[in-house]
């Protein structure tokens, strides 16, 4: 069981925006600003997409964005297109022995 | 450009040994933090260990801990991973991946590597 948990699988069609839960707890997504979005497409290594909860990296489409409120942080895609579907990981700094926790990861389908 | 190349995985028996690396090239290696990062065939990300930018610092995952071991030679732009008494549930491909920050710790990632499999199996 992951420590950070996500929906299994969310969908949208082209053009419309879709919305990612990441639900912690005090010890971690609530409790610091250091929740990442990471985007992986079958067979490939991660990218990172957000990091501290609602910035993007250089070179990551502005319809990619990042909030967070009290222990559940989100991920926003506006204007899906194909190439976006992929499955999202959200992670964290987590106060636990164990320093970066995962959630278990959402598959997004473009329909 | 930046990369991050991994290799050594294979397929080891459970209980032993094996030892993988990350080959680092296109930016200045010794002013990064570097994290190992799992996945399991079929399965979600697992962090696994992070490496301070000089080596004076470590942190495991709570699966690994006692067990693996991260180090890395600066002089060398290469991270390793040492996996010991190696179970069945340590097959993953490992990923090793850079800190987005300078230095300090950033808890994000921004440059991956492609991942070496690491399958143990009698």
Known sequence: QSALTQPASVSGSPGQSITISCTGTSSDVGGYNYVSWYQQHAGKAPKLMIYDVSNRPSGVSNRFSGSKSGNTASLTISGLQAEDEADYYCSSYTSSSTLVVFGGGTKLTVL | ?122
């Open chain 2, 1 to 122: 450009q930046v990369q991050l190349v991994e290799s050594g995985g294979g397929v080891v028996q459970p209980g032993r040994s094996l030892r993988v690396s990350c080959a680092a090239s296109g930016f200045t290696f010794s002013t990064y933090g570097i994290h190992w990062v799992r996945q399991a065939p079929g399965k979600g990300l697992e962090w696994v260990a992070v490496i301070s930018y000089d080596g004076s610092n470590k942190y495991y995952a709570d699966s690994v801990k006692g067990r693996f071991t991260i180090s890395r030679d600066n002089s060398k732009n290469t991270l390793y991973l040492q996996m010991n008494s190696l179970r069945a549930e340590d097959t993953a491909v490992y990923y090793c991946s850079r800190e987005s920050k300078l230095y300090y710790y950033s808890y994000a990632m921004d440059v991956w590597g492609q991942g070496t499999t690491v399958t143990v199996s009698s």
